[in-house]
């Protein structure tokens, strides 16, 4: 269970005498004696946490948490209404949850605050209310919870129940930051790394990333991966950029699984191993990454650590071009124009060699500047085929080049 920071007694109604007794009609006692208010709150304490020589118990948790309840031990009403959420130790009951977090909330706990905040916030015993959630969010924020800080940055994030200003989202995922929110930490970084509600600023980014990454936080150590590799807000360190590559990929983050993998294929970080790059590269392409779909391409089109297949290259290269990857559509088109893996389909090459070219493939300009200078699946057009050679040429491509001087002395 949360600890909370009231730690102070309340005068309960017969009303909440009556139905904490309910409670405890049908809850299990554990037997043991207790002389004090806070000695039952802290053996339901050690029964939910299993510590102290008790054995985790939820029922007997919930047992002692009433009975500290009913003396008005606010800490202890908290801790039953968190039961009565959850479902812990007891019968799960959202509406009755909700109606001490309403009680507690009044009383001024910040815990409860902010589970009255989630409750509105998802509709849980109550009506769905984004308003409500930011106002009880707020409340528990201001009095130092972390929980509600991180919770009210989203609320100003995604303009949820208050105006959306990021300046304010910063605020609060700073504070929750601070506090040792490791989600807050990520958002935080992210936001000084996108200069989002503050002044961009790659080294709090690259602290930030750290201060998450370290509590395990996957899109952290992925981020922080990307600081090391590139040398932002950090010292450019290729041998920590594939360690927390790792981590994270490890956790099953594809975008670092893709990292991983080309850090083993071009052997930065780490000793060059493609067997190892395509392990990553596969592992990401069969989550949905399409820059390792169009790797994995490569690998069993050239037959680099796999069976040469050019029917598979076409396949991974097929999905990674759907999901609008150039390499993938460029790559899809050799496939088509040269036979490989599917029949020679000039339309289906020129289609895909046009999508990759309209987001900047150079080799996929010049291959399509060469459709329209031979007529290879649509109407020769020596004008269109000299603008794209020249885009590619301008951009470093040696074949457009070339492809420009026979084209001039042609002329």
Partial sequence: MEETALGQSVELTEEDVRLIRGYLAVAANSGDQQQTVEDMFQLAEDYGAGRNGKQQNEQYAFYWYGQAALQGHTDALD????????????????????????????????????????????????????????????????QGRAVAQENLGQCYGTGWGVPQDEVQAAYWYSRAAEQGRVGAQFIIGAFYELGRGVTKDDEKAAHWYRQAAEQGHAEAQSGLGLCFEEGRGVLRDETQAAYWYRQAAEQGRAVAQFNLGLCYEFGKGVNRDLDE?????????????????????????????????????????ELAAKQGDMHGQHNLGLCYEQAKGVDQDYAQALDWYTQAAEQ???????????????????????????????????????????NLRVLREER
Wanted: proline letters at 1%.
């Fill in 79 to 142: 801790s039953l209404a968190h039961c009565l959420s959850k479902g812990s130790g007891t019968t799960q009951d959202d509406t009755a949850a909700v109606c001490w977090f309403t009680k507690m909330a009044k009383w001024g706990s910040a815990r409860s605050q902010n589970n009255l905040g989630w409750a509105y916030a998802n509709g849980v015993g109550v009506p769905q209310d984004d308003e409500q959630a930011a106002y009880w969010y707020r409340q528990a924020a201001e």
């Fill in 277 to 317: 790059a395509v392990k990553w590269y596969q592992l990401a392409a069969e989550q949905g990454d399409a820059a390792s779909q169009a790797q994995l391409g490569l690998f069993y089109e050239s037959g680099r650590s796999v069976a040469q297949d050019y029917a598979t290259a076409v396949r991974w290269y």
């Fill in 360 to 402: 900047g493939h150079t080799e996929a300009k010049n291959n399509l500047g060469r459709f329209y200078f031979h007529g290879f699946g649509v109407s020769v057009d020596k004008e269109k085929a000299r603008k794209l050679w020249e885009e590619a040429a301008a951009a470093g491509d040696a074949a457009a080049e070339a």
